[in-house]
């Protein structure tokens, strides 16, 4: 199985308050994925990268951004943190984009 | 842009037997990949089975099989002698040869009846 790891795993934070999710792997694949889940909308993708400080946007882009400094680090940031963000974001990775995606355990995040 | 449709919200099954997931999706493409991926209790997403559009043979692996239908643009998944593990969230998904962005569908939740 793929090492990925995200953190943190929960975190619960106030409107307006910067938040930055993590993800991390140990598998060198070379494109990771940030996606939010939501009840009726299965998961949608966020911002991708493609290799290091190569990204790109999603469906749902709008609130965030992202960095890749390194292979194994993906940082999701929400600048401004707004209740509509209130969701359980996934990281994945693969190594292509027509691969299986290896997916971290999630982290649930709450916007009061 | 591509879209996955799941029609069937919920679905209920008895232990033992055999049940089919609905999935059909919208492309102009002709060379692209499609999966199945399974979302336990836990929320750990697990791949169960990939397609790739340009085979005719139809993925298993295990108890798990595919109806590819290409020109119907349909791709069903059937779990046979269906356990408790089985229970989860299930979601289709797309991906086009060339496109770096994979597609869900909005996910059938699968219930286990013992």
């Known amino acids: 199985d793929a090492g990925i790891t995200q953190s943190p795993r929960h975190k619960v934070t106030e409107t307006g308050t910067p938040v930055t999710l993590r993800c991390h792997q140990t598998?060198?694949?070379?494109?990771m994925y940030w996606y939010r889940q939501d009840p009726g909308h299965g998961l949608r993708l966020i911002h991708y990268?493609?290799?290091?400080?190569?990204?790109d946007k999603g469906e749902v882009s709008d609130g965030y951004s992202v960095s890749r400094s390194k292979t194994e680090d993906f940082l999701l940031t929400l600048e401004s943190a707004t209740s509509s963000q209130t969701s359980v974001y996934f990281c994945?990775?693969?190594?292509?984009?027509?691969?299986?995606?290896?997916f971290g355990p999630g982290t649930r995040l709450t916007v009061l | 842009a591509q879209t996955v449709t799941q029609s069937q919200p919920e679905m209920s099954v008895q232990e033992a037997e055999t049940v089919t997931l609905s999935c059909t999706y919208d492309?102009?493409?002709?060379?692209?990949?499609l999966f199945w991926y399974k979302q336990p209790p836990s929320r750990q997403m697990i791949l169960v089975i990939r397609?790739?559009?340009?085979?005719?043979q139809n993925a298993t692996e295990n108890r798990f099989s595919v109806n590819f239908q290409k020109a119907a643009k349909s791709f069903s998944l059937k779990i046979s002698d269906s356990q408790l593990g089985d229970a989860a969230m299930y979601f289709c998904?797309?991906?086009?040869?060339?496109?770096?962005?994979?597609?869900f569908g909005t996910g059938t939740r699968l219930t286990i009846i013992p």
């Open positions: 994945a990775t693969s190594i292509t984009s027509y691969n299986e995606q290896f």
């Open positions: 598998e060198n694949h070379r494109y």
């Open positions: 990268s493609y290799g290091v400080k190569d990204t």
């Open positions: 492309t102009s493409e002709s060379d692209y990949y």
């Open positions: 397609q790739e559009a340009y085979k005719q």
């Open positions: 998904a797309y991906v086009n040869f060339g496109n770096e962005k994979l597609t």
